[in-house]
């Protein structure tokens, strides 16, 4: 049986790639999940270092079929969710 997390089909999927960018975050960062909220600013909140940026990008790579994350514009994870789901339904367009 299929179920929808959002209101359609679009929303759906990035309610998805959220969960699955806080999974991604988490990891790089060691960090409960639980603990994660979409506002977490991954520097000031959750201690994102440079070589950390480096493993999430290399990771968000990994997962998402090679797509590059701009971080010189992504502050809090919702950001880059933001950009993922951007760039992902983009190339499902194409």
């Known amino acids: 049986m299929c179920?929808?997390?959002?209101?359609d089909e679009i929303d759906t999927v990035a309610n998805l790639i959220g969960?699955?960018?806080?999974a991604v975050v988490s990891?790089?960062?060691?960090?409960d999940i639980g603990d994660l909220e979409l506002e977490s600013h991954l520097t000031a909140d959750l201690g994102l270092t440079a070589d950390r940026q480096v493993e999430l990008d290399t990771a968000i790579q990994?997962?998402?079929?090679g797509f590059q994350a701009d971080f010189s514009s992504i502050k809090t994870i919702q950001d880059l969710v933001d950009q993922?789901?951007?760039?992902?339904?983009y190339s499902l367009a194409a």
Do not use: P
């Open 19 to 22: 969960l699955s960018i806080c």
């Open 62 to 65: 990994e997962y998402f079929d």
């Open 27 to 31: 990891d790089v960062l060691d960090t």
């Open 84 to 89: 993922v789901v951007e760039g992902e339904l």
């Open 3 to 7: 179920s929808k997390i959002g209101i």
